[in-house]
């Protein structure tokens, strides 16, 4: 018979409180991403956006059964304004999303891959670019364009991609000092099919969980542009669009215009944080056996 200390006992306590705590994170993050994803595919089909007719008799109505989330300033319900605005901002943050990382994994990539000069060279790019703010960068680069869907994409990925480089660079330096790399080199492999065959497929979960990490960076992105004016056309119904349009209802006290498309923006991404959180875990050996403890 064995009888455990009470630091070790205190210690289990705790380890598997975590792993509760994070068990429900995960999973109310998951029905949170599922809600959105529903209502982004579900709603738009049933309420066409053309249909919310203007009515200035019902304008600026607060928060009730018939409109959940009140209408603007134009009378229009902001509850289905908020799900049109989330679809267009989610679709941005994507393209962009996947762009920025398109681009980062083949920097990072050949950075890592080919070393040398090349790595310097690429990594002095990296390093001058991340000088300048990301979004005065980006207001240059959709100041060249009029306001639409793909100069904001453009903006965002242009502006999003180093932080991808360096993961990916890192996790090439990383694979590169493998056995099984050294191996393949020593066996007469070409760096080609060494970075298609052993480096790229390492490297893609890393990728893949940068590009999701950057779904709501990019919606964020989105909306700040567009609250400036220069993103998406005012018409346009996006997060960003709505929270500019709400300005002057919030200054004459009216504060669910404004509040509404803001929680549309953070929900989501607390949501993807949380999911991501956990993804990291299990890609990360060492991260994980810490929380097994």
């Not at 304008?59 to 229009?76: C, E, I, Q, V």
């Not at 790019?125 to 005065?136: E, G, K, M, N, R």
């Not at 298609?196 to 909306?223: D, N, Y």
């Not at 999911?275 to 990360?284: H, P, S, V």
Request: charged share 15%; glycine share 8%; hydrophobic share 50%.
């Amino acid at each position: 018979m064995t009888c455990e200390s009470p630091p070790a006992t205190a210690w289990r306590s705790y380890g598997e409180n975590r792993r509760s705590t994070r068990t429900v994170r995960v999973r109310v993050s998951a029905a949170l991403v599922a809600a959105t994803v529903l209502a982004v595919l579900l709603v738009p089909p049933l309420v066409q956006l053309d249909q919310q007719a203007v009515d200035l008799s019902a304008k600026l109505l607060p928060p009730s059964w018939a409109h959940p989330f009140g209408t603007d300033d134009l009378g229009r319900d902001l509850l289905v304004r908020c799900v049109y605005g989330l679809r267009v901002s989610l679709l941005v943050g994507v393209a962009a999303a996947l762009a920025a990382t398109v681009l980062g994994t083949a920097v990072g990539a050949t950075a890592g891959a080919l070393g040398g000069w090349v790595d310097r060279g690429l990594m002095r790019i990296v390093d001058t670019v991340s000088a300048v703010p990301h979004l005065l960068l980006g207001i240059f680069i959709v100041a060249m364009f009029r306001p639409g869907v793909w100069p904001v994409v453009v903006s965002v990925a242009l502006t999003h991609w180093l932080s991808t480089a360096r993961i990916v660079r890192a996790e090439t330096l990383s694979l590169r000092s493998r056995p099984y790399v050294d191996a393949a080199v020593s066996g007469g492999a070409s760096r080609r099919r060494v970075a298609v065959r052993h480096l790229l497929p390492g490297v893609l979960p890393q990728a893949a969980l940068a590009a999701v990490l950057m779904v709501p960076h990019a919606m964020w992105h989105e909306s700040a542009l567009s609250f400036l004016g220069l993103g998406l056309p005012t018409h346009t119904a996006s997060l960003g669009t709505l929270i500019q349009g709400a300005q002057g209802s919030l200054l004459a006290g009216q504060w669910w215009p404004t509040l509404f498309p803001g929680l549309f923006i953070i929900v989501p991404t607390l949501a993807l944080a949380g999911l991501t959180g956990a993804w990291r875990e299990r890609i990360n050996p060492r991260r994980r056996s810490e929380l097994m403890l």
